[in-house]
């Protein structure tokens, strides 16, 4: 009964391939995000939907593209993968109104060699 | 956009003393302060938060503070133990869409036994 969860948990690939994360969640939460956590912690959001729209699409490059099938689930699809590309990859969902708290998913370490 | 700042980025404390650890945010319009607690290889996980018509918060050890004319918020832990050792974030949820999070740049607290 995870409220959360993300696959796969690690992945190592080289640069140049194109590899998708996934991530759900059972909370019945209507806004899912993608953070990425670089190696010195920093937490930086990437992408928000709210009702599978997107809602947030911060400076990312063209490379990540966010898809929504439900509101339950948000994958991130990385295309031509680049060694800076190597960080955390944190799910995250909410509810959008009066209660603010985000919920994280276990994340996702995604190597590039 | 918003911007927060987190300080100290490392704070080494005996076990019994406290933490105090201090944010300031640029976006005058925030609303929402929580701050999460991401021990090593785990997802962050909320602690406590405050509202911006709220000046204090307490939860047992942790207590939140909050002034809004200086546009500054803290977290303080009384009594810390070993388990406090973690990465601690503040964030701000500013007027954007979406429910967006900015994060501080975290801190590393080490609880000395």
């Known amino acids: 009964d995870t409220a959360v969860s993300q696959t796969p948990k690690y992945l190592v690939t080289q640069m140049g391939n194109d590899k998708s994360i996934k991530c759900e969640q059972n909370?019945?939460?209507?806004?899912m995000y993608w953070y990425k956590q670089d190696s010195k912690k920093f937490l930086k959001i990437m992408f928000s939907?709210?009702?599978?729209?997107?809602?947030i699409n911060e400076t990312v490059p063209n490379r990540f593209s966010p898809k929504s099938p439900d509101k339950a689930h948000l994958n991130l699809h990385i295309n031509s993968l680049e060694l800076g590309d190597s960080a955390v990859y944190f799910c995250a969902s909410s509810q959008e109104g009066l209660v603010y708290e985000q919920y994280f998913g276990p994340g996702t370490r995604l190597t590039v060699t | 956009g918003e911007n927060v700042e987190q300080h100290p980025s490392t704070l080494s404390v005996q076990e019994g003393d406290s933490a105090v650890i201090k944010c300031t945010y640029s976006?005058?319009?925030?609303?929402?302060f929580p701050w999460y607690k991401q021990e090593l290889g785990k997802r962050p996980q909320l602690i406590i938060d405050i509202r911006s018509n709220v000046g204090e918060k307490k939860d047992q050890r942790i207590a939140v503070t909050l002034n809004k004319t200086a546009k500054h918020f803290s977290l303080h832990i009384t009594e810390t133990q070993p388990e406090d050792s973690a990465v601690y974030f503040c964030a701000a949820r500013g007027q954007a869409a979406g429910n967006k999070l900015t994060f501080g740049g975290g801190t590393r607290v080490l609880v000395k036994p």
């Open positions: 909370l019945g939460h209507d806004t």
């Open positions: 939907y709210n009702n599978k729209e997107l809602i």
């Open positions: 976006d005058s319009a925030s609303n929402y």
